[in-house]
Nanobody, 119 residues
Framework: QVKLVESGGGLVPSGGSLTLSCTVS????????WAWYRQFPGKQRDLVAR???????KYADSVKGRFTISRDNANNIFYLQMNSLKSEDTAVYFC?????????????WGKGTQVTVSS
């Protein structure tokens, strides 16, 4: 089993920065990708950023150039550095870790952390 715990959410003014952290514990050696998703009220959860074990990254178009995903392998923590925040970034952010399962991935999830950007 894998457990993920987010930290770092909160209230930040528009244009400000915030770093989210996700601490991963359990059978971490089976994981191959790590990601951040966000969910707006009444909407589905959408991918924000993803990094693979080869350090290949993918970002949602809306955050490219502003957000950076990174990993601290030694301590099993990964981060989402968010700069130039906008009110439309306000959402609940979830960390996610993935292990291979058949032809796809099994997803582990954190419980989420609220990010509120005031305009």
């Amino acid at each position: 089993q894998v457990k993920l715990v987010e930290s770092g959410g909160g209230l930040v003014p528009s244009g400000g920065s915030l770093t989210l952290s996700c601490t991963v514990s359990g059978t971490t050696d089976e994981l191959r990708a790590w990601a951040w998703y966000r969910q707006f009220p009444g909407k589905q959860r959408d991918l924000v950023a993803r990094v693979t074990e080869e350090n290949s990254t993918k970002y949602a178009d809306s955050v490219k150039g502003r957000f950076t995903i990174s990993r601290d392998n030694a301590n099993n923590i990964f981060y989402l550095q968010m700069n130039s925040l906008k009110s439309e970034d306000t959402a609940v952010y979830f960390c996610n870790a993935q292990k291979p399962l058949y032809s796809g991935f099994y997803h582990y999830w954190g419980k989420g952390t609220q990010v509120t950007v005031s305009s």
